[in-house]
Each structure stands twice: as C-alpha cells, then as structure tokens.
C-alpha cells in the first residue's frame, strides 16, 4: 500500500488583458464623461436652471434628497 499525498501548490489565475479597438474605446471614455458630467449638473449645480424651459421644478425636486445627502449646498 503506497500512501503519495498529492501536493497542492496554488496556482496563479490566468490573467487576460481585454483589448478593445481604439475607437472603442475612446468612444467609452467620452461617453462616461458625459454621463458623469450631466450627473455631476443635475445633482450638485442646478437650481432650477433647467426649468426656464418647462416652468416647473421637476428636476430640481427629483434631485434634492441627493443634494442634501451629498453634502452639496442647496438653500
Ligand atoms: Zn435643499
């Protein structure tokens, strides 16, 4: 009877880079800054700027509770 014990060395994982085409890419990075930017405008600048077209507050409400919770002067 032959007793071998298996011995487990780890293993690193297999790392693969995810390669993208340029345009791809660059296409990504400009639209999460542009996302960014409009969350950034919304929550933290606008004051009701947005309803001198609608003559409402709509926004401004809708993004108040986020102002406050985010430290974002307000009134
Ligand atoms: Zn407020």
Redesign the pocket.
């Known amino acids: 009877m032959s007793t071998t014990s298996a011995v487990h060395t780890p293993v690193a994982p297999i790392t693969t880079p995810i390669v993208t085409a340029q345009v791809t890419t660059v296409a990504l990075l400009l639209g999460t800054a542009i996302a960014a930017l409009l969350v950034y405008y919304f929550v933290g600048v606008d004051e009701g700027a947005m309803s001198i077209f609608g003559k409402s507050m709509v926004l401004h409400e809708l993004f108040?509770d986020g102002?406050?919770f985010l430290g974002f002067p307000?009134?």
């Open positions: 108040h102002r406050h307000c009134h």
